[in-house]
């Protein structure tokens, strides 16, 4: 029996290669979207998953309130909370921190080869990082070479960079041109998901400061690792009050513990606890993938219950052979399975062809393993889930006709199938004018945050990291006098942090009239003379800071939001303490983005204060910024010859805040328009069927003198009426969704009804064509040849 069931299904294909083509392709790309998003989604729900133990590993935040405000969670938190919870918390086996990593500069010293130097990126670790990561050593023991501040660590990948063909144990690795290190054990190298990501390490003492003592310097990350006895909620509860006996003020700080799996997707908090992160756009991309699924499989149910009348007759002899019900349903789920494992075929390939320029899109390291049995488990879910999803309803309703009605020459259907048939393209154009709403919006809003001024230049302004050399203040300030007298360069300044991404906060504000126990939150940077002419930020009033001025060493520049929390309408001149120390406000700047546009401009402080800076922002003269590198990087060989020159451009740094917001973009906007594709390749079936259906009507009508116009606009209306009803019917829930989107950018664009009308339009437009294509080849076709045996 099931050897007549394939040679049945086979025969059907092989005689209805346009249909089957169309349903094999259409499933195939469902298939093939459906299945990357799947590898993708899995990719990112494994991150740290490969850690031993990783399910009693937590990372220790704190949530804060200032004066009873809202609740905000530093992911730094102070040093000495790492001792505390070691001596106060039984239910930690192990506590560790870290400096949360950066690149130095990593060079081999006394190897028999040449010489070699490279960035790298590192970390700062205490002698406890490997009891609570117990990751495994290729050679050494790492605990042991940790506890030792002059002994680093080595990832694999390094070790075979500086050292091939030999040991890498007992080496010498020089960092920044400062301290010797000996190789003292070397890591197997870390997957690509995983969230700690370094390739030496090295003992936290050797950049421990006597500030960092203090419990309101904010300054590393930390991890704990539980006893396997004991639980989250109990630890957690033991931790509540250890701020407050240890620190010496009180601003409702709580230790929280987040898990080291969530990490990587929940990063986000709000009213102190996890609310979201890379999560929202997992579960983003797995509604396209559905999406996307669910128009493949309709267009199979479509094409399944218009072909029905053509298949009604096999019924009905099958029936009268004694064929039972279940049999035919499963005939026809059989050959629905079986379209569905070749159009699995077809995407596996696809996906194959496509994962490299997927991988370097996403930044992703996935590989289609054939080997590995789950992506065969999940090749099988996909070819189960899609069979019977788009095969169900054609084999109940095949198997449900009258046998006698069929062979006594009743080959209509009914008018049930052609209503359902409506229902499915409603239904399928409704999810692709959804997805077509989220390119239309994604993109305007991209759009929008591309073009915004930001209250501040961004364009032909580039930054210079001072390391090396021009960590000591005498030689960056060189480094910038130089810069200055370069005819390429319109100006220059040194910075503590790059003015689209102001990270560093402090509640050190205070200014006459300000209650003693109200504590408040500002932003804060360091920076030298010329910021305000390099950035071309507007001044509303006072100055910018004077080069070479003691006296404004304790003066600061203010934005006006600061202005307005200090409830000051006239600023410039009052006297404000700040972390330099009492002085007087010398500029008010008008409001810039300070980070990216999920966040409101928060009130901003800046210091004169040079000697804390960690970059030289420059600004070129337009069309010169070729010459200006060229000058810069003579000036940093002769400056810094140890340090490969290094620079980048604001522009990029403004545009690296909204990375998953473009991934996400262009995710929808590729899956968009295979949605799209994959609709009108149903359309287009479907209207070549009503066409073959209607061919003997359609002469009829051009022997009685129908023009090909009005035939086309005969077999069109149909169809684009029920595009239009698609757009009525999803239009509410295409705005609930990107308004959703929206609402986690403080600034936005407006929803429009210009938005959906254009989706409309698009959506009508597309299903035109393809309806078009079918219906002027019918209108088009000899009346003689459909009428020849009437």
Same mark, same amino acid.
């Given at each position: 029996?099931?050897?007549?069931?394939?040679?049945?299904?086979?025969?059907?294909?092989?005689?209805? %290669?346009?249909?089957?083509?169309?349903?094999?392709?259409?499933?195939?790309?469902?298939? !093939?979207c459906a299945l990357m998003i799947g590898l993708w989604v899995r990719d990112e729900v494994s991150y740290d998953r490969f850690l031993p133990g990783v399910e009693d590993v937590y990372n220790i935040r704190v949530n804060y309130a200032f004066n009873g405000g809202a609740v905000e969670t530093?992911?730094?938190?102070?040093?000495?909370?790492?001792?505390?919870?070691?001596?106060?918390?039984?239910?930690?086996?192990?506590?560790?921190?870290?400096?949360?990593?950066?690149?130095?500069?990593?060079?081999?010293?006394?190897?028999?080869?040449?010489?070699?130097?490279?960035? +790298? &990126?590192?970390? =700062?670790?205490?002698?406890?990082?490997? +009891?609570?990561?117990?990751?495994? #050593?290729?050679?050494?023991?790492?605990?042991?070479?940790?506890?030792?501040?002059?002994?680093?660590?080595?990832s694999r990948k390094l070790a075979e960079k500086y050292f091939p063909n030999q040991s890498a144990s007992g080496q010498t690795l020089q960092l920044d041109d400062d301290k010797l290190y000996t190789v003292g054990a070397v890591l197997e190298d870390l997957p690509a998901n995983s969230t700690l990501q370094f390739d030496w390490l090295?003992?936290?003492?050797?950049?421990?400061?006597?500030?960092?003592? +203090?419990?309101?310097?904010?300054?590393?990350?930390?991890?704990? %690792?539980?006893?396997?006895?004991?639980?989250?909620?109990?630890? !957690?509860? *033991?931790?509540?009050?250890?701020?407050?006996?240890?620190?010496?003020?009180?601003? $409702?700080?709580?230790?929280?513990?987040?898990?080291?799996?969530?990490?990587?997707?929940?990063?986000?908090?709000?009213?102190?606890?996890?609310?979201?992160? @890379?999560?929202?756009?997992? @579960?983003?991309?797995?509604?396209?993938?559905?999406?996307?699924?669910?128009?493949?499989?309709?267009? =199979?149910?479509?094409?399944?219950?218009?072909?029905?009348?053509?298949?009604a007759r096999e019924v009905g002899i099958r029936k009268v052979m004694g064929a039972g019900r279940a049999s035919l349903i499963g005939q026809f789920l059989g050959e629905s399975m079986l379209m569905s494992l070749l159009a699995a075929l077809l995407a596996l390939t696809m996906v194959w062809s496509a994962l490299p320029a997927f991988n370097q899109l996403f930044d992703k390291h996935i590989v289609l393993d054939l080997t590995n049995p789950s992506l065969w488990l999940l090749v099988v879910e996909l070819v189960l889930v899609t069979g019977l999803l788009s095969g169900s309803y054609p084999a109940l309703f095949l198997s449900a006709l009258r046998p006698i009605r069929i062979l006594k020459g009743f080959t209509k259907v009914g008018t049930g199938p052609?209503?359902?048939r409506r229902s499915l393209v409603v239904f399928q154009f409704s999810l692709s004018v959804f997805l077509i709403v989220g390119m239309l919006t994604v993109g305007s809003q991209m759009r929008y945050l591309r073009t915004t001024h930001l209250g501040l230049d961004r364009e032909n302004v580039l930054y210079i990291p001072l390391e090396g050399t021009f960590e000591q203040f005498e030689k960056s300030d060189l480094l910038r006098q130089e810069t200055m007298r370069q005819p390429a360069v319109a100006s220059a300044t040194l910075t503590s942090q790059l003015p689209v991404n102001v990270r560093n906060s402090t509640t050190d504000l205070s200014w006459p009239g300000k209650e003693p126990k109200r504590l408040v939150e500002v932003s804060t940077m360091n920076v030298s003379s010329d910021f305000i002419r390099t950035m071309n930020i507007e001044l509303i009033a006072g100055r910018d800071f004077r080069a070479n001025s003691?006296?404004?060493? !304790?003066?600061?520049?203010?934005?006006?939001?600061?202005?307005?929390?200090?409830?000051?309408?006239?600023?410039? /001149?009052?006297?404000?303490?700040?972390?330099?120390?009492?002085?007087?406000?010398?500029?008010?700047?008008?409001?810039?983005?300070?980070?990216?546009?999920?966040?409101?401009?928060?009130?901003?402080?800046?210091?004169?204060?040079?000697?804390?800076? @960690?970059?030289?922002?420059?600004?070129? %003269? #337009?069309g010169q910024v070729p010459s200006a590198l060229a000058s810069l990087e003579q000036?940093?060989?002769?400056?810094?010859?140890?340090?490969?020159?290094?620079?980048?451009?604001?522009?990029?740094?403004?545009?690296?805040?909204?990375? *998953? +917001?473009?991934?996400?973009?262009?995710?929808?906007?590729?899956? /968009?328009?295979?949605?799209?594709?994959?609709?009108?390749? $149903?359309?287009?079936?479907?209207?070549?069927?009503?066409?073959?259906? %209607?061919? &003997?009507?359609? $002469?009829v009508r051009k022997v009685l003198g129908a023009s090909v116009l009005g035939i086309v606009r005969l077999l069109s209306t149909d169809f684009v009426r029920l595009v239009l009803i698609a757009l009525v019917v999803v239009s509410p829930l295409a705005w609930w969704a990107a308004d959703q989107w929206l609402s986690t950018f403080a600034y936005r664009i407006e929803l429009s009804w210009a938005i959906f009308v254009l989706a409309g339009v698009l959506a009508v437009v597309v299903a035109l064509l393809t309806v078009s294509f079918q219906s002027v080849k019918a209108a088009l076709m000899n009346p003689v040849e459909s009428l020849r045996s009437e």
């Open positions: 029996m099931l050897t007549s069931y394939l040679k049945i299904a086979l025969r059907s294909l092989l005689k209805q %290669r346009l249909f089957a083509g169309i349903n094999i392709f259409g499933l195939s790309l469902g298939m !093939a530093a992911q730094y938190v102070p040093v000495p909370l790492q001792e505390a919870i070691a001596r106060d918390i039984p239910d930690v086996a192990a506590v560790t921190k870290t400096n949360g990593g950066s690149e130095s500069l990593v060079k081999a010293i006394g190897t028999a080869g040449p010489e070699k130097a490279a960035k +790298e &990126r590192g970390t =700062f670790v205490s002698a406890e990082f490997f +009891e609570v990561f117990p990751l495994p #050593a290729l050679s050494g023991d790492p605990k042991v070479a940790l506890a030792q501040p002059d002994q680093i660590v080595i090295a003992n936290f003492k050797n950049i421990e400061q006597p500030y960092m003592s +203090e419990w309101g310097w904010n300054s590393v990350i930390m991890y704990a %690792r539980l006893l396997p006895t004991a639980t989250a909620d109990h630890a !957690a509860a *033991s931790m509540k009050d250890i701020f407050r006996r240890y620190a010496k003020f009180d601003n $409702g700080e709580v230790p929280v513990l987040h898990p080291m799996t969530d990490m990587h997707l929940y990063s986000d908090y709000k009213d102190g606890k996890a609310a979201g992160g @890379r999560i929202e756009y997992v @579960r983003i991309f797995s509604i396209v993938a559905l999406f996307i699924l669910l128009i493949a499989c309709v267009n =199979f149910m479509n094409l399944a219950t218009a072909r029905s009348s053509v298949r052609a209503l359902f003691p006296a404004d060493s !304790a003066n600061y520049l203010i934005n006006e939001t600061a202005a307005k929390l200090m409830g000051m309408s006239e600023p410039v /001149g009052q006297e404000i303490t700040f972390n330099r120390g009492k002085g007087h406000v010398v500029g008010l700047m008008k409001d810039f983005h300070l980070n990216s546009m999920h966040q409101t401009i928060a009130p901003l402080v800046i210091s004169f204060y040079p000697e804390n800076t @960690r970059y030289l922002l420059v600004k070129t %003269r #337009a000036i940093n060989r002769k400056l810094n010859p140890s340090y490969p020159f290094n620079y980048h451009f604001v522009d990029e740094a403004y545009e690296q805040l909204y990375q *998953s +917001e473009q991934q996400v973009g262009t995710l929808v906007n590729y899956f /968009g328009i295979l949605a799209i594709v994959i609709s009108c390749l $149903g359309l287009f079936g479907l209207t070549a069927f009503t066409a073959e259906q %209607r061919t &003997r009507e359609i $002469g």
